[in-house]
């Protein structure tokens, strides 16, 4: 994969970020030490806090506070990735051992909740009672998206439920990261740059996921990093799913899924991916992702043009295109 | 058991913080709702909520910030409690099945990842940056202690280690609730009635883990709700264990103990209790917890004479009471 180019504009400041998140175990046990190094070693792209930075930068945002709020918000990821690999029973992630399959699921849970304290503990240091107030309302949603993917199965048929799952799941992080960014520079809530940052975060976040739940259908497996097919042999009806149901509401293995939660028949499943991939609901898919992009972009529109605002812009159309 | 006079004082400030905490899952899924209205029906002596209340009120901070800050620490306390049933496998606590008895392991993980959300969600909403500070280093000093030990075990054999976990157990929590209190009634931190608020809460808290230590050894089980010798036969080795090694360092069975970090075998298990409960150790244990509570009482006196501080000082008496 060739350096993307939106992160160069904050590279000296990605470098702080690193550097902090490493310290965060400085001074606790040995072995949450280890965690963290391993957790932090498997990488990621670091897309939140390239957000944040390029958001908070944009709208001329303090630095260290930037730099503060972007660790945050990479930590609170994190935190959320641990609970999240042990309850899936993960053992990989990005291709590296997950926490819990070398260590205990007792230990796993602790290692999660230190992050999630030492998250709370970024967030308050930067020094803003609403970004610590958008942060712990993040979390809840985020943990009550999981409780009711949980209880609830992933077998909606509802577009609304949906998109309630993505917003928690991953859009609720990135409308965190943008309007939190906008907050440290100093704008109030909810109207003006502030609202206008959110959105851009709330709609490159929509995009992202759907282009995630897509890659599950077309996904290179080796890139994708989990096999094609995933979501559905899980009993998650994703987008595209949800698409192909309205062509084909009486296709008897969607039904199945629908009704089991699951279809573990190989064959089945893999002639299922096929159809739907030979239908026209990835395209419509894609279309919608496309539509929040140009949602992010007309947001952007409204704030002053720079560097920044170039990169936020190369990065909403980045999202869309790592697919095809 | 009789009311506790101390509670008295504080019964409707603790009547709005119980709404307040039965409210902390509304909107969210019913599941949610369900766990937390579990939880809190399990009851609970509330101390930490009493103790936060009483000091504050002692050093009049905004009774309306006092409430959200007891709410956030009892919620605290609560969301500790699920990860840790979750842990240790305890089927009941307070003679009530634990969420884990009941629930799933994933779902045990994800409601106490909500009620941190919501703890920190209530530390926000005191308003104030040093409490959410207080906050969110206390929970990493709670986790890094169970994270110790996961890892290490319980069978340290110097005081140093005792006193370093009972702190992060349980004191930690207690010092949070009264320097927090102090901080809402707008004393700066490290001196002066702060210092003086915090040095009263972390030693009632290592009293009361004391008090609960020897408890495992002299304490009715129906009473304590666990059986008698647990923290031995589990490995862990408290202040009575360690006055008596001291007295007996070639003790065969506590040698077992440490070496083995458990005791299965019943009979050695019960004479090994016995031997302790006979040797000077409880008693040397309980003047040591008696020697925090007098250092409780010694800061209280530094403090304006008032309803208040006497129920301060009735609490403190009543921790080492309620054994004996």
Redesign the interface.
Same mark, same amino acid.
Do not use: N, Q
């Given at each position: 994969m060739q350096p993307l180019a939106f992160v160069q504009l904050v590279q000296t400041e990605l470098e702080q970020v690193e550097d902090l998140l490493a310290a965060q175990a400085d001074g606790?046990?040995q072995?949450?030490q280890a965690a963290l190094r391993h957790l932090l070693q498997a990488g990621g792209k670091r897309l939140r806090p390239v957000v944040a930075l390029l958001m908070g930068r944009l709208l001329t945002a303090p630095i260290d506070r930037l730099i503060i709020l972007a660790a945050a918000l990479e930590m609170l990821h994190t935190a959320t990735l641990v609970?999240d690999d042990?309850?899936d029973g993960a053992l990989l992630r990005r291709g590296i051992p997950t926490l819990n399959a070398r260590w205990?699921?007792?230990?796993t849970?602790?290692?999660?909740?230190?992050l999630? #304290?030492?998250a #709370?503990?970024l967030a308050?240091?930067t020094?803003s009672?609403h970004v610590?107030?958008l942060?712990?309302?993040t979390?809840?949603v985020i943990?009550?998206g999981?409780?009711?993917q949980?209880?609830e199965g992933g077998a909606y048929t509802t577009l609304e439920q949906y998109e309630r799952r993505i917003y928690a799941k991953t859009a609720s992080m990135f409308e965190l990261a943008t309007a939190a960014a906008a907050s440290l520079a100093g704008y109030p809530p909810d109207h003006g740059p502030y609202e206008t940052a959110r959105r851009y975060g709330y709609h490159i976040g929509m995009a992202f996921q759907i282009i995630d739940d897509i890659l599950d259908y077309v996904g290179d497996s080796r890139h994708v990093g989990k096999p094609v097919g995933n979501d559905l042999r899980n009993g998650l009806i994703t987008l595209p799913a949800l698409y192909y149901l309205e062509e084909h509401p009486d296709d008897p293995d969607l039904r199945f899924v629908l009704e089991e939660g699951n279809l573990f028949d190989e064959a089945r499943l893999q002639a299922l991916v096929e159809r739907i991939r030979s239908s026209g609901a990835i395209a419509r898919a894609a279309e919608q992702a496309r539509a929040h992009v140009a949602q992010a972009l007309a947001a952007l529109e409204a704030l002053p043009a720079s560097p920044e605002r170039e990169a936020l812009a190369e990065l909403a159309r980045y999202v869309t295109e790592r697919t095809f």
């Open positions: 606790y046990h072995d949450l609970h042990l309850i205990s699921p007792a230990a849970v602790l290692t999660g909740d230190f999630f #304290a030492r #709370a503990k308050t240091d020094g009672l610590m107030d942060f712990t309302r979390l809840a943990v009550d999981e409780i009711r949980l209880f």
